[in-house]
């Protein structure tokens, strides 16, 4: 499946903001739909995303912004992603304990998937529950 032009660009924004491209990377990746968005075929989606990434890098260039505060910037730029939290218990039969040792009530967090990620708390359930 082939990526949108929005998506192309969050992609682009993320691969900066994870430290895998500079700054300028990023800057010379946007000129072609700064320089010419119509031949671009940019969505308005896509214009709109393009036009606040160079805004805020205007501002950095021109000492308005810190780099952290560019950054914090952004990030504000993408997209919220809903998380979703999923209670697994399991029984005491799955877990062993030491009958001295007070009972775990830790909680592993995992959280898997990409673009929306989803978290996952185990924990183990209250034993006589």
Do not use: C, W
């Amino acid at each position: 499946m082939e990526q949108t032009q929005t998506e192309e660009v969050l992609a682009e924004l993320h691969r900066y903001l994870d430290g895998e491209v500079s700054q300028d990377e990023l800057q010379d990746f946007l000129v072609p739909f700064v320089v010419d968005p119509d031949s671009a075929g940019l969505d308005a989606a896509a214009k709109d995303l393009v036009y606040s990434i160079q805004l805020h890098l205007a501002e950095f260039t021109s000492e308005h912004l810190t780099e952290e505060e560019l950054r914090a910037h952004l990030r504000d730029l993408l997209p919220r992603t809903e998380t979703k939290t999923v209670f697994i218990s399991y029984g005491s039969d799955l877990v062993t304990r030491d009958a001295a040792s007070p009972q775990d009530t830790s909680v592993t967090t995992i959280t898997v998937g990409e673009p929306q990620p989803v978290t996952i708390n185990l924990r183990p359930s209250a034993v006589g529950t």
